[in-house]
């Protein structure tokens, strides 16, 4: 008896001690990682606009060169000499959330550039829906009617690109994030001069 009251106390002790360890590690790297998501949100915009920077400036050089527009409730980075603008997009994947930023370009009608921060998706298969070379697909494709990613093998038109093989969950899932997204943004953009 007295062997396992020591045991449980024992226990105890070890549960409160990495318990207190782990809530301190997640106190004391909370504000790091909200400024590294912050970082690579900055680092994809700069991206689609061409725009060279390293980690040590690039909160200046975002500030520099990226005007910031809130309309209600929607945020929007404006590029100073393109016009480009990107904003933010989020939406349910296959596994988990797909979410990113994508950059239009002055006419908010044709795409600039996609980046995906975050994806759950599995590697090899839905996973390149994140891959630069996939994402390279969709620069100058049109939102208008609505981005379509094309699951046959007919020609693309102006708004469509092809659908990843083996991830046609993916795919779809995709094209239904970007084209819910535009709806609202889209009209968020053009009611800014109301």
Excluded: C
């Excluded at 699951?151 to 092809?162: L, M, R």
Aim: no cysteine.
């Amino acid at each position: 008896m007295k062997q396992n009251l020591k045991m449980l106390v024992f226990v105890l002790i070890l549960g409160i001690l990495t318990s207190g360890l782990l809530v301190g590690m997640d106190a004391l790297t909370r504000d790091r990682i909200v400024q590294n998501e912050l970082a690579q949100l900055k680092g994809a915009i700069l991206d689609a606009n061409e725009v060279s920077y390293n980690f040590g400036n690039i909160h200046d050089v975002f500030d520099e060169e990226v005007e910031v527009i809130t309309v209600g409730e929607f945020t929007f980075y404006q590029h100073k000499t393109t016009n480009n603008v990107s904003y933010e997009y989020t939406g349910g994947g296959v596994w988990g959330p797909i979410a990113g930023v994508v950059t239009l370009s002055q006419d908010f009608e044709t795409i600039v550039a996609i980046a995906v921060l975050e994806q759950q998706e599995t590697p090899g298969l839905g996973g390149i829906i994140a891959e630069a070379k996939y994402l390279a697909n969709f620069i100058g494709i049109k939102m208008v009617p609505t981005l379509e990613i094309n699951k046959d093998s007919t020609p693309n038109k102006e708004n469509e690109i092809d659908a990843i093989t083996g991830a046609t969950r993916t795919s779809e899932s995709f094209e239904i994030i970007m084209n819910d997204n535009y709806v609202v943004y889209k009209a968020a953009w053009e009611s800014r001069n109301e």
